[in-house]
């Protein structure tokens, strides 16, 4: 197993350095004329400015690396903006929440690293209250009933999906599961705008647009409770990530990227050329499915298909402001859904962050499209104020005091909000958005990432990513040059004598000095020098995973199900039920078929014991839960010499997992640490059938 590994880490770092073929050799960039005052040249050239693009230049630039960034905007930040009101109220036209906080320990496995940004950056906080909600999904039923509906409509769609190929759409599977419970349309149509509400509203899109089985295989982890920046808005992380860095270029306007394999050539709308090594391209989906960027030579098709079949959504807001409170400013959330799902649908929330009356509008997909926010001003506000005062007949609501509203769609910067899994999308198609072009165009931002997408901590971690490969590639080329003058040394000293230090020394900081690529020395072609260059990689990727194996750790079982978060339950201990279960994971970029097997809870002394057979051999369990916290640990032992003999070892797998009441099953991460594999990954469970129903 361990060798496999270390040929694995070896295909990947090769693959973004194999242009160079073992040489160090001066630059020669076909049609690029460096030698003009208006060209402007850095090791790495950072297009956008959003929280991927500062988040790498600022890593760059901790590790001394030479990085330039542009931004088109005369700003910061990108999707992410506040901006202030008259009446001095911060409003978030993008990013508004911080998707949960901590999820294990600070910076521990689980924890969102946006959340671990404002700890860093001692950026004050403020939490939502409990989501009270006026108005339903129309009037017809019961918010009870139209809630159950929903429940039954997800197990139905999570088991219809579990097997299936297809990408179907959510809305396809509400008229299956309506014609199982044989709805009439008004139920049907009640069912479609809750699950609107729910689902689509949130992926900035339709029911018809977003593919059931790839949402919910590749839904992100939940870190818990959705807090907001409160006084000073969401800009006030991008704020910290910029506040260091030293050279960004505003008002830089890209319209056209010539690569090759030795030189990019960035081309922006006022003239001026930029040259790099590397670029890191972080515009929103948006930008380049307008293709307003010209790249020479084309993107590669698969690279194009990937962007044009990964969905990109509308997500608009609108604030309307009040000098005094007329509503319950109890309530959290006021709610109003229109009764046709083509017509326009609302989700309004009451502002409670910085004590001033101000009332939020949301608007997604198809609504979006339908309105120009600026043509469209004061027929819009009408039509929200007369829902407003239909839901509150016995209050006069008076015109707001200031308005103010987003506009993402026609945004040129932007061309809409974040991304989401589209019907058409295929599961490689975000490894595919983020692959990397000739080893010198890299790609980041939330689309990039597979199951965080649509996220500020997925733009986060996309930075991060791509930073990571360029570090261990500028390090490969550190080796090289110290491997090149050793070399250098041996064939100076055996022509030259005694002149082999002064060359060898001479020749490595002039390497350093013109950067990673040399100025015309190549290395020797002996066969022997060859094989020392092979042996020196090696040993080098031999060292650099034995590096990261051992980087991963974990919370103990014990100290991960204390912990306590704001993923408790109401039901209490009503998930930890004696039977059949269900487990999948996630390894090697997908899911593994779900294996069977049982678990017996002890209600007395917390603790849970079973067994079962997967696709590497038997194993038994033992663990332990807490009815305090939903959460369950437990470590599964194999049975050495069963099932694949090649993968199982007798081994352990710890599994740390928590209860999702959205999903109705358990999901967390497993871990493995032996001799010869150490990973993780995330890890789903599902209950199937108890005992007493097999008696």
């Known amino acids: 197993m361990h060798i496999l590994q270390y040929l694995l880490l070896s295909a990947v770092v090769c693959g973004h350095i194999e242009q160079y073929n073992y040489r160090v050799k001066r630059l020669i960039v076909d049609n690029f004329d460096s030698r003009s005052s208006d060209v402007r040249t850095t090791k790495v050239l950072i297009i956008g400015s959003g929280i991927a693009g500062l988040e790498a230049a600022r890593l760059l ?53 946006v959340w671990d940004l404002t700890r860093s950056a001692n950026i004050s906080i403020c939490f939502g209250e409990p989501h009270d909600f006026l108005g339903t999904y129309p009037l017809h039923y019961s918010n009870i ?29 509400v008229n299956l599961f309506a014609q199982k419970k044989k709805f009439n349309e008004k139920q049907r ?25 790839g949402y919910l295989d590749r839904s992100s982890v939940f870190y818990g409770e959705e807090p907001v920046i409160c006084d000073i808005g969401f800009m006030a992380i991008t704020d910290y990530l910029a506040k260091n ?3 960004i270029r505003f008002g830089e306007i890209v319209t056209k990227i010539d690569y090759n394999k030795n030189l990019v050539k960035v081309s922006t709308k006022n003239g001026q050329i930029y040259q790099a090594e590397f670029v890191l391209i972080t515009v929103p989906l948006g930008v380049l499915k307008s293709k307003q960027i010209e790249f020479n030579p084309q993107l590669p098709q698969w690279k194009l298909d990937a962007i044009d079949r990964i969905g990109f959504g509308y997500y608009e807001k609108i604030y309307l402001l009040w000098d005094q409170v007329w509503w319950n400013t109890t309530d959290y959330y006021f709610f109003q859904s229109a009764s046709k799902s083509i017509n326009l649908r609302y989700w309004i929330t009451a502002n409670k962050w910085n004590g001033k009356p101000g009332i939020t509008c949301f608007f997604a ?10 043509q469209n001003k004061n027929e819009t506000v009408k039509d929200i104020l ?57 790609f980041a931002g939330e689309a990039t990432n597979t199951d965080t997408y649509g996220y500020t901590h997925g733009a986060l971690l996309s930075a991060r990513r791509e930073e990571l490969v360029m570090h261990i590639i500028f390090h490969i080329f550190l080796i090289i040059m110290i491997f090149i003058n050793v070399i250098g040394c041996q064939d100076a000293c055996s022509s030259r004598n005694n002149s082999c230090t002064r060359i060898g020394r001479n020749h490595f900081y002039h390497e350093r000095n013109i950067g990673l690529m040399g100025n015309g020395y190549q290395i020797p072609n002996t066969m022997i020098e060859h094989l020392m260059t092979i042996g020196l990689f090696i040993i080098f990727y031999m ?23 704001n993923e408790i339950e109401e039901e209490n201990c009503g998930q930890f039920v004696s039977g059949f279960w269900l487990g999948r ?98 890890i789903e469970l599902k209950f199937e059938k108890s005992f007493r129903a097999m008696a």
Not at 63 to 85: D, F, K
Not at 150 to 173: G, H, K, P, W
Not at 403 to 430: C, H, L
């Open 365 to 374: 997909g198809k609504a979006v499209s339908s309105l120009t926010w600026k």
């Open 189 to 213: 149509s009640t069912l479609y705008n809750f699950a609107y509400f729910t689902i689509a509203d949130r992926e900035g899109t339709e029911l018809e647009s977003i593919s059931a089985k």
């Open 145 to 173: 009933l139209v809630q159950k509906w929903y429940d039954e409509y997800m197990l139905f769609v999570r088991e219809e999906t579990r097997m299936s190929s297809s990408n179907i759409s959510f809305a396809d599977y």
């Open 543 to 565: 060292a650099l995973y034995h590096l990261w194996s051992n980087s991963i750790s974990m919370p103990s079982n014990e100290d991960y199900i204390n912990m306590l978060t």
């Open 585 to 682: 994971y996630y390894q090697y970029d997908r899911f593994y078929e779900p294996y069977q097997f049982s678990l017996s809870f002890d209600s007395q002394t917390r603790e849970v014991n079973g067994n079962g057979v997967d696709d590497i051999g038997k194993f038994v369990v033992n663990g332990i839960y807490s009815i305090n916290t939903n959460r369950l640990a437990i470590i599964k032992t194999y049975r050495e010499e069963t099932e694949n003999s090649t993968e199982n070892v007798g081994h352990n797998i710890t599994i740390q997992v928590a209860w999702n009441s959205n999903q109705y099953h358990f999901e967390g991460k497993w871990f493995i640490k032996t001799r010869n594999y150490s990973g993780d990954g995330r």
């Open 61 to 113: 630039q901790q590790n001394g690396v030479e990085t330039i960034v542009l931004e088109a905007r005369n700003r910061t930040g990108g999707r992410v903006w506040s901006i202030r009101s008259k009446n001095n109220l911060i409003l978030d036209m993008g990013a508004r929440y911080i998707h949960g906080q901590y999820g294990s320990i600070p910076s521990g496995l689980l924890t969102n690293p």
């Open 386 to 442: 007369d829902t407003l005062q239909k839901m509150f007949p016995n209050i006069k609501i008076t015109p707001p005091t200031e308005i103010y509203m987003s506009n993402w769609n026609e945004d040129p910067f932007s061309y809409g909000s974040y991304s989401y899994i589209s019907v058409n999308q295929k599961y490689e198609d975000p490894f595919r958005l983020s692959e990397p072009i000739n080893n010198r165009l890299l």
């Open 245 to 247: 860095l030293t050279n």
